[in-house]
T-cell receptor, first 113, second 111 residues
Framework: DAGITQSPRHKVTETGTPVTLRCHQT?????MYWYRQDPGHGLRLIHY???????DKGEVSDGYSVSRSKTEDFLLTLESATSSQTSVYFC????????????FGPGTRLTVL | TQLLEQSPQFLSIQEGENLTVYCNSS?????LQWYRQEPGEGPVLLVT?????EVKKLKRLTFQFGDARKDSSLHITAAQPGDTGLYLC???????????FGTGTRLKVLA
């Protein structure tokens, strides 16, 4: 158990509303990631963080913002949700650069109507 | 843009058969990971390979990293229904913190 939780696990919202997803880790790891998973696309990186207040964009960052004010929490915000953001969102942690591996949370299923 | 292509996309086989899943790219990776994902859950790491030509075995699963570190394969011997799932490869770049994921191979093993 890598000590990663995501909340909420399921959410249905309407187009145009703001949505925030939370990723929480108990392992005090430096690196955290947000991905989305869609059929036919695999996992695509949205944003990642390499430390408190240090974040950078991934390949599909448009429409998303992130914040990391504490080591243990990495928040993903959809400022104004669109139907194209309906997806399953996964958070991941990476123990260290040398370790290479990532460990994933259980996911959040988001539906934007 | 780095891409990882997996093949086949779908595979349905009978229990006891052998299979190989491929992960190919035109880019060089510093490491490559294989994950398995079951419905409603996050991917679970199976193995990491870092050296060109490296072979790792995990019970009935054999993983190989290509000599040029651009491709990898996953071979399952005598597949069992418990092997059913989505298999994902992911390439790591030592120059950044990012990973590139393949599109996945969905395996179904029939009893």
């Amino acid at each position: 158990d890598a000590g990663i939780t995501q909340s909420p696990r399921h959410k249905v919202t309407e187009t145009g509303t703001p949505v925030t997803l939370r990723c929480h880790q108990t392992e005090n790891h430096r690196y955290m990631y947000w991905y989305r998973q869609d059929p036919g696309h695999g996992l695509r990186l949205i944003h990642y963080s390499y430390g408190v207040k240090d974040t950078d964009k991934g390949e599909v960052s448009d429409g998303y913002s992130v914040s990391r004010s504490k080591t243990e929490d990495f928040l993903l915000t959809l400022e104004s949700a669109t139907s194209s953001q309906t997806s399953v969102y996964f958070c991941a942690i990476r123990p260290g650069l040398a370790g290479n591996e990532q460990f994933f949370g259980p996911g959040t299923r988001l539906t934007v109507l | 843009t780095q891409l990882l292509e997996q093949s086949p996309q779908f595979l349905s086989i009978q229990e006891g058969e052998n299979l190989t899943v491929y992960c190919n790219s035109s880019s060089v990776f510093s490491s490559l990971q294989w994950y398995r994902q079951e419905p409603g859950e996050g991917p679970v790491l199976l193995v990491t390979v870092v050296t060109g030509g490296e072979v790792k075995k995990l019970k009935r699963l054999t993983f190989q990293f290509g000599d040029a570190r651009k491709d990898s394969s996953l071979h399952i011997t005598a597949a069992q229904p418990g092997d059913t799932g989505l298999y994902l490869c992911a390439g790591g770049d030592s120059g950044t913190y990012k990973y590139i994921f393949g599109t996945g191979t969905r395996l179904k093993v029939l009893a």
